[in-house]
């Protein structure tokens, strides 16, 4: 399968109507692909894979806003600071402390989402509810100057069942609910980012505001 731009204008349409980001997941897929969403519009995309994200930015053009959506090491922060624009999946504090240095070294605020566990599945990265409420209810005090969380990231079971997969997606967003009291000026609750190409419209029925949507738009990865 390849690059469909005829799914590209559907699904944008669909999301534009309802104010859903698109964040077109690029991983694996070549740079003449991304060239060609980006002359058709599109802005945000998602990597996850520092090596591989830090060679596209190199050669891409400069506005495009990078998303990290994988498993982030402490270790590779420093290598996308200077131009990531949205971290999705903090799922610990020294991650998140990583960050707010290197950001820091880069004279930057850094925005990033909290991945949170939802799924059934063991696999998954990410914090359990209580254990996040607990953290953000704390975060005032050790100021991260440099990032801003923006909200909440998610990531429901890879299964057919799409009645558990709804229901993992009203979990996060009653977290984000819960959440959004503590709205502070690192913390700044607005973003829920959830959904994939086989989910996508169940997780904006369910109230996401931003997709990560890869194989619907480039075709299956090998
Ligand atoms: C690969 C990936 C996606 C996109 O998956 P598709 O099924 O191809 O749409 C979305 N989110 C994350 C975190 C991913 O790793």
Redesign the pocket.
């Known amino acids: 399968m390849a690059l469909s731009l005829e799914n590209y204008l559907s699904i944008t349409s669909s999301l534009d109507k309802k104010g859903v980001t698109l ?1 077109a ?1 690029s ?1 694996t897929q070549p740079v003449e692909d991304i060239l060609k969403l980006y002359q058709s519009g599109q802005r945000d995309f ?1 990597e ?1 894979y520092v090596q591989e994200l830090v060679d596209k930015q190199a050669v891409l053009p400069k506005d495009i806003r990078w998303h990290f ?2 498993h982030l090491q402490s270790n590779k922060v420093k290598y996308i600071a200077p131009f990531i624009h949205l971290i ?2 903090v799922d610990s504090e020294s991650l998140l402390k990583e960050i707010n240095k290197q950001a820091a070294r880069n004279n930057r605020v850094i925005e990033v989402l909290m991945q949170v566990h939802i799924a059934t599945e063991e696999t998954k990265f990410g914090w359990d509810a209580a254990e996040l409420m607990h953290f953000l209810e704390e975060l005032g005090k050790n100021p991260l100057p440099n990032v801003r969380i923006m909200g909440l ?1 998610g ?1 429901a079971s890879f299964s057919t069942d799409l009645e558990l997969v709804r229901n993992e997606f009203k979990q996060l967003k009653g977290l984000f609910q819960s959440v959004s009291s503590f709205n502070s000026s690192i913390f700044k609750p607005t973003i829920i ?1 959830m ?4 989910d ?1 419209e169940i997780a904006m029925e369910e109230g996401s505001n931003m997709v ?7 075709g ?2 090998n």
């Open positions: 964040v997941v991983k998602g996850n959506i994988g999705h999946g990231m990531m980012s959904g994939m190409s086989a996508y990560r949507i890869g194989s619907l738009l480039f299956t990865r």
